[in-house]
């Protein structure tokens, strides 16, 4: 599992964040606790910041 901060430049699309977060749940079972929760919450906040990203780029 990853446990690397945000990355700091360019931000990543919310696909690829997305998948991502696939990837650390299927590695978890979807068990979130301790450092693997607070790395979901992180892609989480990202995804969210590249879907609106993505929306304000689209309007």
């Known amino acids: 599992m990853p446990s690397s901060p945000l990355p700091s430049g360019s931000p990543r699309s919310a696909e690829a964040v997305n998948e991502e977060i696939r990837a650390l ?15 979901y919450e992180q892609l989480r906040d990202e995804w969210v910041a590249a879907v609106r990203g993505e929306i304000t780029t689209a309007a």
């Open 25 to 39: 749940m299927a590695e978890t079972g979807t068990w979130l606790w301790g450092p693997t929760r607070e790395r």
